[in-house]
Nanobody, 112 residues
Framework: EVQLVESGGGLVQPGGSLRLSCAAS????????MTWVRQAPGKGLEWVST????????SYANSVKGRFTISRDNAKSTLYLQMNSLKSEDTGMYYC?????RGQGTQVTVSS
């Protein structure tokens, strides 16, 4: 059974940083494309970033490009999202995703 468990969210001031983690199990992590998506309050899901199994060629939404960095540690079956220069509009629930499966999410709140 595919399991994805996100962590690392919290309350941070504008301009601050957070590092999200997603611990994966139940599948061969290293061969799978992984994605971060988010959902702001009252809005639909928004794609944030995707990374291939070998870690090459990450892609980002324009709204986070230059501020967020996706990475993975295949030895630990863990996906990361380093978020810098956070803005209030980055507030939302963040989920890691494999195909159509998402974890329970971790809340990120950017507020002064």
């Amino acid at each position: 059974e595919v399991q994805l468990v996100e962590s690392g969210g919290g309350l941070v001031q504008p301009g601050g940083s957070l590092r999200l983690s997603c611990a994966a199990s139940g599948f061969i992590f290293s061969t799978n494309i992984m994605t971060w998506v988010r959902q702001a309050p009252g809005k639909g899901l928004e794609w944030v970033s995707t990374i291939y199994g070998n870690g090459n060629d990450p892609s980002y939404a324009n709204s986070v490009k230059g501020r967020f960095t996706i990475s993975r540690d295949n030895a630990k079956s863990t996906l990361y999202l380093q978020m810098n220069s956070l803005k209030s509009e980055d507030t939302g629930m963040y989920y890691c995703q494999k195909g159509s499966v998402r974890g329970q999410g971790t809340q990120v709140t950017v507020s002064s």
